[in-house]
């Protein structure tokens, strides 16, 4: 038994084998396969190849383009090798009469044929194994579907490890089969965080090297609430961590049960609690828990787990469901924020591979270079607003020149729906987000030009701190309770007031219940969280006045060391979830 | 498939004996230019080398004879159409196949 900490970032406990995807994301775990299996695992093999292959001949092409015919000949090589009938015959058996499964046998033949060209003592076929080597690997990713865009195939329940997982990858895991996950890198406000709590399923990231003590197919233990892995774990870790789960989740039903009602303090202020969406079938997964809208529908999860570009109709589609689910509610709806660290595969060529992606072509930028891709979102936002509370959100707004611009398009599209006689709403209340210090040092001018404000701690704090969210080695330099976060948010939330216009927090930051208090306190009227947050957040709101979160939030602006912020905030949630955590 | 047609036909089997001129010999790319020109070919195509003969539809096998610059190898083709792969293969070597200059 091996016990690992990292942080917890989506909760829940969970215990499954593990499959260890490695850096390329394929599964090494089976040795073999059912009999009935072998002619479906046959063809899956066959297709293999044949997805390598044409991987290769674009790699072929590509290479003689740029670099020249000899470069291009490299990879016809490759492509014949791919081919070879001595190899694909000799996998073929392994699988048929030995019922391997393809990924063990495509390992055994090609490091046998590498071992055999190593055997010759040449030391210019030596350097050939390493093209056997990279077949295998391209064989194995194939297998394992992912490069495919396709769901990666499961048939029994596991628990995935991985060096890292991207945002795409981790849409494209079936949650009815990944009981957790658990990454060497990553942060809790990394996207792979969020998707995870998407998916609802228990992750933990930031482990370190870990990886090389798991061979694969062993019990693993994901706490998504303390943030440990245990690996192999005895009999009596099995049991504390069911015993967790079975506490947690009649903890979590009585407050779902509470959750149903609108939220107020308890001096009944009103403080509506939103969900955060990346997929339109979680606004669903938000209703059940309470949530009394959409306050941040993240739109460009249409792009990550597809080969083509999402059409108007798919958008459209995608929308409707989410106002179908909130007929009545109010559903914000932020426009697409690629880039950074979104980046689909078919829009690869768009983003610009400068070192500082962050500080590149990204979000509502994206959409302004590009703006027929923006406009055809646009149309379906409109068209959709006739069916429901819709309102439009612009992402990492950090100029007017750049909102105007934005709204200018809004306009437009309005226009050509009505001339084109499309029925749609022209009126739609447009936000923004603030998460660009810019954004927020000019949000008195802001707030005349928009009808809501929201507020992205994420990228606010990075930008503010200078720290990069998902690098390690800076982590502790991004801190949400850093004076200088407080005090930005105080001067948005003063702006809103002042122009009486809503201001929502809707970064990981809101899910955080020892930061609800302070935003309550700041002025702070609606709250955006992740869909499993909302009960907790709820309760939350549901035990304090306003006069005290006022207080809290004075007491926290007079602090100016962020761990002394922290602490205090920590300390002041821990009392007010004391009392009636005794009446259970 | 008439059987008369391939009655008709010359014996079929050709053998021709060539030499690696190339300087690093059959290594990953002369080999794949071998499988590519004889893979839609029905018949068999073999290259000899001593005792060790090698199946030159496939890759890893041409690669495995070890043959360097200077090596004589044997050219084995049996099926119909046999003079027209030889050729295309006599060629290859001819040009040293198009790499290593």
């Known amino acids: 038994m091996l016990v690992r900490r990292g942080i917890a970032v989506s909760p829940g406990v969970a215990s499954a084998?593990?499959?260890v995807l490695d850096r390329d994301l394929f599964s090494v775990n089976r040795k073999t396969v059912k009999h009935e299996a072998v002619d479906s695992e046959i063809a899956r093999f066959r297709q293999s190849v044949a997805d390598a292959c044409r991987e290769i001949s674009i790699h072929a092409e590509e290479a003689s383009a740029r670099l020249g015919d000899k470069y291009g000949a490299i990879f016809q090589a490759h492509l014949e090798l791919a081919q070879d009938p001595l190899i694909l015959d000799e996998i073929v058996a392994l699988i048929s009469k030995q019922n391997r499964s393809p990924e063990s046998a495509v390992q055994t033949v090609l490091q046998k044929q590498a071992r055999a060209l190593k055997s010759l003592n040449n030391p210019y076929l030596n350097e050939r194994a390493d093209d056997l080597h990279d077949l295998e690997r391209s064989l194995l990713r194939h297998l394992s579907g992912l490069e495919a865009n396709s769901p990666l195939v499961l048939s029994e329940p596991v628990i995935i490890l991985a060096h890292n997982l991207t945002p795409s990858q981790t849409a494209r895991l079936d949650p009815k089969y990944v009981k957790a996950f658990a990454t060497e890198v990553g942060g809790p406000t990394s996207h792979t965080a969020i998707l995870a709590g998407a998916l609802e399923i228990p992750a933990v990231v930031g482990l370190g090297r870990f990886l090389h003590q798991v061979s694969g197919g062993e019990i693993i233990v994901v706490d998504g609430d303390d943030g440990s892995v245990i690996i192999s774990p005895d009999?009596?870790?099995?049991?504390?961590s069911e015993r967790n789960a079975r506490i947690q989740r009649s903890k979590d039903k009585r407050l779902v049960r509470l959750s149903e009602k609108d939220s107020f303090t308890a001096d009944n202020?009103?403080?509506?609690?939103?969900?955060?969406?990346?997929?339109?079938?979680?606004?669903?997964?938000?209703?059940?828990?309470?949530?009394?809208?959409?306050?941040l529908y993240r739109t460009e999860f249409l792009y990550m787990n597809r080969d083509d570009e999402p059409s108007e109709e798919d958008h459209y589609a995608a929308y409707m469901e989410v106002v179908k689910t909130f007929p009545d509610r109010p559903v914000v709806i932020r426009t697409l924020d690629l880039g950074a660290d979104k980046v689909p595969g078919m829009m690869e060529s768009v983003f610009s591979d400068f070192a500082n992606p962050e500080l590149g072509l990204r979000s509502i930028r994206v959409s302004l270079h590009d703006k027929e891709r923006f406009k055809i979102q646009l149309r379906a936002l409109l068209r959709a607003a006739l069916h429901g509370d819709i309102r439009v959100m612009f992402p990492l707004i950090s100029s007017l020149s750049e909102l105007r611009e934005a709204k200018a398009l809004v306009r437009d599209v309005a226009e050509?729906?009505?001339?084109?006689?499309?029925?749609?709403?022209?009126a739609i209340p447009i936000g923004m987000m603030v998460e660009v210090p810019s954004a927020a040092i000019m949000a008195p001018e802001f707030a005349k030009e928009v009808d809501f404000f929201s507020i992205g701690t994420n990228d606010l704090i990075q930008y503010t701190l200078a720290a990069d969210r998902s690098d390690p080695a800076v982590a502790r330099y991004y801190n949400s309770a850093d004076p200088a976060i407080l005090r930005t948010i105080k001067m948005v939330a003063d702006a809103a007031l002042k122009a009486k216009i809503s201001v929502t927090i809707c970064?990981?930051?809101?899910?955080?219940?020892?930061?609800?208090?302070?935003?309550?306190?700041?002025?702070?009227?609606?709250?955006?969280?992740?869909?499993?947050?909302?009960?907790?957040i709820k309760d939350l709101i549901r035990r304090i006045t306003t006069r005290k979160a006022w207080e809290i939030a004075q007491q926290a602006s007079e602090m100016d060391l962020a761990r002394e912020i922290d602490q205090f905030l920590l300390g002041e949630v821990k009392k007010l979830l004391v009392p009636s955590g005794e009446e259970e | 498939m008439s059987g008369a047609d391939s009655l008709e036909l010359e014996p079929?089997?050709?053998?021709?004996?060539?030499?690696?001129k190339n300087a690093n010999g059959l290594h990953l790319l002369p080999c794949s230019l071998i499988a590519r020109a004889v893979k839609e070919f029905a018949g068999s195509v073999k290259l000899v080398r001593g005792s060790q003969a090698a199946n030159a539809k496939s890759v890893m096998d041409i690669i495995q004879l070890g043959a360097t610059c200077g090596?004589?190898?044997?050219?084995?083709?049996?099926?119909q159409g046999a003079e027209a792969v030889a050729d295309r293969i006599e060629q290859l070597f001819a040009d040293e196949f198009m790499t290593d200059r």
Request: aromatic share 4%; hydrophobic share 40%; charged share 25%.
């Open chain 1, 235 to 240: 009999a009596d870790a099995i049991l504390l």
């Open chain 2, 12 to 20: 079929t089997l050709v053998r021709r004996e060539l030499i690696v």
């Open chain 1, 507 to 536: 970064g990981q930051m809101c899910s955080d219940p020892r930061f609800v208090p302070l935003f309550i306190g700041l002025g702070i009227e609606r709250m955006s969280v992740t869909p499993q947050a909302i009960p907790e």
């Open chain 1, 269 to 295: 202020v009103r403080i509506p609690v939103f969900g955060n969406i990346e997929f339109p079938h979680e606004a669903l997964h938000c209703r059940e828990r309470g949530a009394e809208g959409i306050g």
């Open chain 2, 71 to 79: 090596t004589e190898v044997t050219l084995e083709i049996d099926g």
């Open chain 1, 17 to 19: 084998p593990a499959l």
């Open chain 1, 416 to 426: 050509d729906l009505h001339d084109a006689n499309v029925p749609h709403k022209s």
